[in-house]
């Protein structure tokens, strides 16, 4: 799910080499036999020319190879030279460095017709309902035969290319649907605690007047953006993992397949001017198909735990309830059977 595109580009990140040679600490002796700590090594460098030496290019030995004295008194050279693997190393880049920060995805994947393709597949993308946070529009959906590109590369060659046009398209619902609830939740919390309070405190029935009634004294919503995010099927969310241990104990409350997919999306949200970044995690769940052989499919959208998250749910959740345990949902009705 969420394989989104986007154009940037990351920086390649430097790696560098620690040199093969231990470092004193304090006043710990010197390694025993090491040449550079060798007496005559010593008076060697001490006899050469006060003007100190030009430094050594960054891919050069860091021991002046040009005073002979130095090299008549070291056996070997103390820094390894066989740098020719290394090189050949970090000339390849990584992994990593192939991949766009922003979804984790390949750059860009060919909308060439794969070898083998026995089905031909649209190549129109189309464009999503979520805002980058970039600013610049809003995040597109993969072609169907980039989608199929992209099971290709990463190892699915099994896949049934007729079924791929399907696959976008619950791709996109899915994606739709869990942008949804996450622009609700900024409706209510993207402002502040205090404003969220008043939105939960008369219980979910009544939350979504209570949003309408502030955003029209506040002149409009604020829209989130979507900064990045990230697909990590293969790492279980703790609740997930509570909730597939509570079904073994009571499975028939608890009792579910675990998710099949689990995204981090990382949203941008504005607290008075200044830009926060929120952590929403998402569980894909999927249900018994329906009568008429449709698939069902649940999500399970959130806050990701942190002291402010942890509030906003307290808030949702002990607002409805305390709504009503108080019988304040009994009296509100009263009171508009009077008016």
Known sequence: MGWFWADATPAASAVSKPLNHPQST??????????????????????????????????????????PSADAALSSCPVPHGGAPDAAADSQPSLLSKLNPLNYMFHSL????APNQT??????????????GSGDGNWEYPSPQQMYNALLRKGYTDTDVTAVESM??????????AWGEIVEWERRFGKGLLRG????????????????????????????TLIRFQGR????????????????????????EPPFDRHDWFVSRDVNGQKKEVRYVID??????????????YLDVRPAVTPTAAVERLMRWGGDVWWKASGSEVREEKKNARS
């Open 233 to 256: 099927p293969k790492e279980m969310t703790p609740k997930a993992a509570i909730l597939q241990m509570l079904g073994r104990v009571y499975p028939s409350k608890f009792g579910t």
């Open 168 to 177: 976008v398209a619950v791709h996109n619902f899915l994606n739709e649907g």
């Open 119 to 132: 089905h031909a597949l649209p190549t129109s993308r189309d464009e999503s309902s979520i805002p980058k």
């Open 197 to 224: 309070w008043e939105v939960s405190k008369r219980g979910e029935e009544n939350a979504d007047i209570e949003l309408r009634r502030l955003e029209a004294q506040e002149g409009g919503r604020e829209q989130p």
């Open 26 to 67: 304090g006043d710990a002796a010197p390694p025993p036999g090491c040449p550079m700590h060798n007496k005559k090594t010593i008076d060697a460098f001490a006899s050469a020319a006060p003007a100190p030496a030009p430094a050594p290019p960054a891919s050069g030995c860091p021991v002046p190879h040009s005073n």
């Open 284 to 297: 894909f769940y999927s249900g018994p198909p329906e009568p008429t052989g449709e698939p069902v499919f």
């Open 110 to 113: 060919s909308q060439e017709r």
